[in-house]
């Protein structure tokens, strides 16, 4: 009998303690972030574009995306205020990028990154991105090509980027990570709009160059593969231009592995020179003229020929990185700080100022590995 | 009152949950930065001596626990109060145990449900076992421990394609102090915790016991916060000091192809079962402390009072998680030390003292309390 | 709130104190309604919001003493 009683007492505890959740969220009350544009605003600092996923169900379930914009003093002030426009808190577990707009950038993206790394609904590896175009929410704004969800279709191009390597991945965790460890600065991908026959599509493509938090300036999208390769995130993509055999078209060699080590050589009176010895792999992928691609003697000289571009084109690259904006995104000070601290300790203060006379020999080896399924170039008759 | 025993294998298991439980999650040795692993390695041996000191109590006293010890060394009246400077220590680190639990749930997972929740559901919880005893206690430990093993290792695995391993560069860059200073940490928290243990392990069933449970349970413990502080470091780089929970940011960073992400709960299983474990042996520590300084006939009759008590306590603790996690780096790797190290080792040097005056002491004296 | 609070320790009382007295365990008796009592005390006090204050200032306050003293 006692025993009924505990047990009765017991469920019955069980029922008001355990019966629901304190506050639970119904799928379809939420609303679904897939990316957001942050401009600065017309009346307050921020202006705050969210692309959201709506789910219509059906026979065939849809999803679209629609663009919801608010305004207010701070990124969390705006977010919220996107209560006052749907009536329902916006859900962030899926959301894959962050667009900032130049004129934000310009002015430093701290505070506006800081909500989102520090907020415990939304999550810190989303990709960033920099708006070439006047503002971030015309990106949001353009048509995607294969995914309704422009957010998702750059995401996806972002994650493919390796066989591309026209512009760096940086996710937000990584971009804070880097802003704290001295010697590197960030890169981040840029986004702009490419019209053709008035549709237009994001298009990501080059890379904007951070000093501390701030944009100081940009990078077309051949240079950024310079950075990668001396980063050594270059996973793929292709190099051709400037490789010619016979001064006609550019033969075009597909990456397709690259290995880059970075060593400081540390001379007297604490002078630094670094070396940077790239290793690729490629294959020849278009050869639009006749050669044969057996004979030994040619293909030495189209493997001299690009190690040679791809010597010149990095050490081009290294050297306006290092006189126009002066900040090591490549990394050399990190290098230098892991590998060597006793004297990273000693120079390290000012490594910006370092940076800038840095000596850097590129040495380039190109292995080239096969030519497609054809071992000859398509002949014409006489 | 039949006498409760576990086995050694229970009790190294009890050990290795207590030590993991809350560490995995809180991240040890943050003052190290990026060589807290250095740290984790110069905790362990810093505590083997300590550990030593307890297993060798221990051992010449079979059968009896911390209490009945400092009551046999210091006689009645100073006996009992080391009895009560224990009885607050393992009170105190209860409370501390829940009061992390509810902000980890409250940072994470349920942000608008009222803190006291979560942590009153842990306390039932412990109130239960405790009362069920030191060997229902064990037995869910040797079932839970492969469990969590398995969990914590195969989300490590999948973690490594996220490593960065050049984030352990530079290795002792900082020099030798901020290693030394996380090193001093690690040994506070968790591992000289393990002082408390003192108070249940009177269950063991041989006097050689002790050494095996104590040194093989550290080492074991101390691979695995080696792995998940390695693991932490290589995902997180120089920012994983400077998170509340590292371990679950770590793994939130895991994704293999695209099924195959968000799975940052699975630590938090981890941390629920591990908080369970440590909170019940609190808990078990200070019931068992008050029986004996008030003279009960069996500790169970307090187990549901103290533990409302502990939960209350943790409750009205901190204002805030900053509050918390300053205090938890900053004062209590010195507020624990007479209790992990000072006090054990007057009792040590007590002991031996009156052991080695004569051996006929140790039959007649001990367990006319008990 | 209130409500519930009284709810829940009467029945604790119904459940741990009247076996104590029947078998006439008296210092367990005594003891448990002391900490009992304690506890309802803190739990009433929390319910109204009251601010109880924490340990932990005035040990950190002492910790910090006690390190300057010895550095």
Redesign the interface.
Known sequence: MKKFLLLTIFLFINVMILAGCWNYKEIEKLTIVAGVAIDKGENNPFRVTVEIVQISGGKETKATSKLLTMEGKTIFDAVRNAISLTGKKLYWSHTKLVIISKDIAENGILRVIDWYNRDAETRSDVYLLISKEKTAREILEGKGVTDEIKSFEIADTLKNEKSLSKAPTTELWKFINDLESPGISNVVPTVNISTSENISTPQVMGLAIFKKATLIGFLNGRESKSVLFVKDELKGGLILDGVQVNNSQPVSLEIFKSKTKMEPIVKANHNIEFNVNINTTVSLEEIPTSMNLTDEIKLKKLTSRTEEVIKKRVGDCIKKVQSKYGVDIFGFGENLRENNPRIWNQIGNNWDDKFKELKVNVKVKVKIKGSGIFSQSIKMGD | MRKEQISDKEAMFVLIIYYIGSSFILGVGGEAKNDAWISVILGVVMAVPVILIYARLLSLFPEKDLFDILDWAFGKWIGKLFALVYIWYSF?LGALVIRNFGEFTN??A?????M??PML?IGIICTVAVTSGIEVIGRISAAVLPILIIIVSTVSLMAIPKMYF?FL??I??NGFLPIIKGGFSVFSFPFAESVLLMGVFSSLKTNKSPYRVYLLGTVIAGLLILMITFRNITV????YSKFYFPAH?AV??V?LGDFLQ?IELAVAVDFVFGVFIKTSICLLVTCKG?AKL?????YR??V???A??MV?FS?????SIM?MAG?AF??YA??AFPFQVIFPIILFVTVEIKVRRGKKKLQTGVGTDG | MIVLIIIGYSLLALFELIPFYHQKHWREFWVNAGFGFCSFTIAVLLSFDVNIPSPSEPIKNMVMFVIRKLV
């Not at chain 2, 349920?110 to 009222?114: L, N, V």
């Not at chain 2, 997180?236 to 920012?239: K, V």
């Not at chain 2, 008030?294 to 069996?298: A, F, I, S, T, V």
């Open positions: 105190h940072t994470i349920i942000p608008e449900t009222p006291i929740v559901c050049h560069k530079p002792l860059g997180l780089g120089s920012t940011i939130s960073m994704s968000r008050i008030l003279r009960l006939n069996d009759s307090i549901i009072q103290v409302l008590l209350y409750y009205t603790l901190y204002d509050e205090w900053k004062v010195y507020y």
